[in-house]
């Protein structure tokens, strides 16, 4: 976000009870209470004291600490909390013997605002909002002194705590609006959304940053790395095919095809040998590809890529560990078993192997795309299978 903010760019976020480094790297704040009620909104200042400052002059504000996170001490202000601790306790105490709760601070105020139509505090003004600055080179707070005005009936201790009906028993959108800083930030605001006097909207040709290539190859090299570091899924299904082969060849060893027997018995291994491998590869596929299901719809959702780049890569990324499982586990069968000795015939059929391990990957990930849990695609799964072996040709 530094980097982002320090090239010009504007960069809005959403914090809750932030650390003080992170507050602190913030410009401007809009700060809401409970129910959606603005507290306030403009410059955070150096070591957030424009923010300190602000609060502290509305009649009954404890006063912030020296040494505390800023951000700890208005959400304190705003719940009528103390998490000070034993901040400050050499200053004359943390927020708890400044006063005790909002509570009390508003009831002084409130008491001390009886009888005139508005409390005056003063503060600095600190600097209007549209000044551009980056993250890290805040302009100083001004020396002006301006006037907080608390309107008449800002301060109410018999108000129902802070809700979508009630700004609590300190109306501090109220405060806020009726102040120079308010009105300098809304005619900022107003300003910079009124389009110039001829001024054309932007206009983008792809709701994506980058096109469809770019996207497949930033996602296959993303998929690239993955697949390298999950040792239990690539290197798992090889191991257990490499013994399941080694098994079959020890079965099937140095079968003959000059009888009717020896045939068939080919035959079986060819079949069988594909069954497992198909069944190896869904069982191992579909729960690892059903685990990006979240990220994906996140990122999509975020308009980072399209989908299409998305299935792409995912069944590209698989073509070269499938062709590398295939040269692992198809000698160990091919020649164990003692099919035909020809180079020519030994590719083919390691070729046609890798299309059928492309097939199965590839149905499994539409099993995972399309069903809503793991569950329900292997049961599906266990439809599919035996009709695809009893007309596939298997």
């Known amino acids: 976000m ?3 903010a320090q090239r010009g760019r504007t960069v809005i976020t959403t914090i809750h009870q932030p650390s003080a480094e992170l507050f602190l790297m913030m410009d401007n704040l809009l700060l809401l ?10 410059p955070v200042g150096a070591r957030g004291r424009d923010l300190v400052r602000y609060l502290e002059a509305i009649p009954g504000t404890p006063r912030c600490p020296r040494r505390m996170n800023p951000a700890s001490w208005m ?17 004359g105490g943390a927020i708890a013997r400044a006063a005790s709760g909002v509570a009390r601070a508003t009831s002084g105020a409130a008491r001390a605002a009886s009888g005139s139509t508005a409390g005056i505090a003063t503060l600095e003004a ?33 108000r129902a705590p802070p809700s979508d009906k009630s700004p609590g028993p300190v109306d501090y959108q109220r405060i806020m609006q009726s102040t120079e800083l308010w009105r300098t930030v809304v005619a900022e605001a107003d300003k910079i959304n009124t389009p110039a006097a001829g001024s054309k909207p932007y206009r983008f040709d792809s709701v994506y940053a980058h096109g469809l290539l770019v996207q497949t190859a930033v996602l296959l090299s993303r998929n690239s790395r993955s697949y390298w570091r999950n040792v239990a899924y ?7 095919l490499v013994s399941l082969m080694i098994l079959f ?39 690892t590809f059903a685990m990006h299901r979240p990220v994906f719809y996140r990122e999509r959702a975020s308009y980072l890529y399209d989908s299409t ?14 062709a590398l499982m295939v040269m692992c586990v198809i000698p160990i069968i091919y020649y164990m078993v003692g099919f035909n000795s020809d180079s020519a015939a030994f590719w083919f059929y390691a070729f046609v192997s890798w299309v059928f391990c492309l097939v199965f990957v590839s149905m499994t990930q539409v099993l995972a795309t399309a069903l809503p849990s793991v569950a329900t695609a292997q049961v599906v799964v266990g439809l599919v299978i035996p009709i695809l072996f009893l007309l596939g040709g298997l």
């Open 2 to 4: 530094k980097r982002i």
């Open 33 to 42: 209470q409970r129910g959606g009620w603005e507290v306030y909104f403009g």
């Open 75 to 91: 959400l304190d202000v705003l719940a009528g909390s103390d998490s000070s601790g034993d901040v400050g306790a050499g200053e």
């Open 126 to 158: 600190p600097p209007p909002i549209g000044r551009s600055h980056s993250m890290r080179q805040r302009s100083a707070p001004t020396a002006t002194v301006a006037q907080l005005t608390v309107p008449e009936g800002a301060i109410d201790e018999t």
């Open 234 to 240: 690539n290197y798992g299904r090889i191991m257990a």
């Open 249 to 287: 060849g020890v079965i099937y060893y140095k079968l003959t095809a000059d009888s009717e027997s020896g045939v068939q018995s080919m035959v079986s291994v060819i079949y069988m040998t594909t069954a497992f491998i198909g069944l190896q590869l869904i069982n191992s596929c579909l729960p």
């Open 309 to 322: 780049a998305h299935g792409l890569a995912s069944i590209l990324i698989e073509a070269p560990w499938l």
